[in-house]
């Protein structure tokens, strides 16, 4: 079985220097080998690229490990799609990450 990994938003990436993480956020931009993402909090990730992703959409899941300069170093990613977050069904409101890094609450719009 695979180590879980915890769920951790910008803010957290301190706690997490040089263990594996998920961070999920919005695409703002690619350059070369690097992206930023916009996570949960609102808060810029850079993230160093593996070279074997494949983002699609706007919303993308990073598996990666937090590196001393608190850039995530990609291991592995999934596309959220569009919409991540948005619409019927989905997340409506705002969803926060406790400090602990594992667990999450939602707030209704």
């Not at 990994?5 to 999920?24: D, G, Q």
């Not at 996570?39 to 070279?51: E, Q, R």
């Not at 590196?67 to 969803?95: C, H, N, P, R, V």
């Amino acid at each position: 079985m695979d180590k879980p990994t915890p769920r951790i938003n910008s803010s957290l990436r301190e706690n997490y220097v040089e263990r594996t993480i998920r961070i999920a956020g919005k695409i703002v931009s690619f350059s070369g080998e690097t992206a930023v993402i916009e996570a949960t909090d609102h808060g810029h990730v850079m993230v160093k690229l593996n070279g074997e992703n494949n983002w699609r959409g706007d919303f993308v899941e990073v598996i990666g490990r937090v590196e001393k300069d608190f850039s995530i170093m990609e291991f592995k990613s999934t596309s959220l799609g569009e919409d991540f977050g948005k619409g019927e069904g989905g997340l409506k409101g705002e969803a926060r990450f406790s400090g602990d890094g594992e667990t999450c609450s939602h707030t209704a719009a």
